[in-house]
């Protein structure tokens, strides 16, 4: 039977194999997949790693939002707001 950390890992590289993820989110979303220590290992290896990054993530995140928003509205900050 695979111990924790091998089922963490096993789990965070199938989310990252769909998108990146920061840091924080990833741990957000692995949270009740395993203990925290276990949790914070698997993380540290996968940034050492570097198949975890939050620089990565949040270049990947501005691409995305300039071909949506255009590269002058993101530069101003601005972001029209969502409809409730």
């Known amino acids: ?3 924790a950390g091998h089922a963490l ?7 990252l194999a769909r998108r990146e993820y920061s840091r924080a989110e990833l741990k957000a979303r692995l949270a009740a997949a395993g203990p ?3 949790l914070d290992s698997v ?5 050492a790693e570097r198949l ?5 993530y949040a270049s990947e995140r501005v691409a995305a939002r300039a071909v949506r928003y255009g590269n002058a509205r993101l530069e101003a900050g601005v ?4 409809h409730q």
């Not at 975890?52 to 990565?56: E, K």
């Open 52 to 56: 975890l990054s939050d620089r990565r």
């Open 79 to 82: 972001a029209p707001a969502r």
């Open 36 to 38: 925290q220590e276990e």
């Open 9 to 15: 890992r096993v789990a965070a590289l199938r989310l």
């Open 1 to 3: 039977m695979p111990d």
């Open 43 to 47: 993380l540290d290896a996968l940034q």
